[in-house]
């Protein structure tokens, strides 16, 4: 979408907004639209409009992650074995901002069977407990390619 598009739109909604369709009044809503999208013109650059795109994706991602790992957990307490494999994880970290890593940590901690515990001061590495594991390295890339890369998608 570009920005007469949407400067066009903006004028669309101040017209119903205001309940007047004249002429003057789209023209009008078209001046406060392109007043208001010059205030902000920092913030456009074609990468944020397909930001709502990427941070559904995250979401999605987390949502399957979220029912995959609920059903696990489950089928590890019910199961007659009980032979967890618990283990702290250190995940090397590619992303750098305080909300990225809170989100990446918040994300994991959120997810059955698996807890942030900390982070390192230089702010590179996650440490993660996780309730049973039997490869920690595929656990590692399974974060980094899943999570970390999604996180850095919707958020830069």
Same mark, same amino acid.
């Given at each position: 979408?570009?920005?007469?598009?949407?400067?066009?739109?903006?004028?669309?909604?101040?017209?119903?907004?205001?309940?007047?369709?004249?002429?003057?009044?789209?023209? !009008?809503?078209?001046?406060?639209?392109?007043?208001?999208?010059?205030?902000?013109?920092?913030?456009?650059?074609?990468?944020? !409009?397909?930001?709502?795109?990427?941070?559904?994706?995250?979401?999605?991602? !987390?949502?399957?992650?979220?029912?995959?790992?609920?059903?696990?957990?489950?089928?590890?307490?019910?199961?007659?074995?009980?032979? !967890?494999?618990?283990?702290? *994880?250190?995940?090397?970290?590619?992303?750098?901002?305080?909300?990225? *890593?809170?989100?990446?940590?918040?994300?994991?901690?959120?997810?059955?069977?698996?807890?942030?515990?900390?982070?390192?001061? $230089?702010?590179?590495?996650?440490?993660?407990?996780?309730?049973?594991?039997?490869?920690?390295?595929?656990?590692?890339?399974?974060?980094? $390619?899943?999570?970390?890369?999604?996180?850095?998608?919707?958020?830069?």
């Amino acid at each position: 979408m570009n920005l007469f598009l949407l400067n066009l739109i903006l004028a669309l909604v101040w017209g119903a907004v205001t309940a007047s369709f004249s002429p003057e009044n789209l023209v !009008f809503g078209f001046v406060l639209g392109f007043l208001s999208l010059w205030l902000v013109r920092h913030r456009f650059n074609p990468d944020n !409009f397909n930001r709502p795109i990427r941070i559904a994706r995250l979401a999605g991602l !987390f949502l399957i992650e979220l029912f995959l790992s609920a059903f696990r957990v489950a089928a590890d307490t019910i199961s007659p074995r009980m032979s !967890f494999r618990p283990a702290i *994880i250190a995940v090397p970290l590619d992303v750098d901002s305080e909300v990225e *890593i809170m989100l990446l940590a918040n994300l994991i901690s959120l997810t059955p069977g698996s807890l942030s515990v900390d982070v390192s001061t $230089d702010r590179s590495t996650l440490y993660v407990h996780v309730m049973d594991v039997d490869d920690p390295e595929a656990l590692r890339r399974e974060i980094k $390619d899943g999570f970390e890369r999604r996180i850095q998608e919707a958020l830069n």
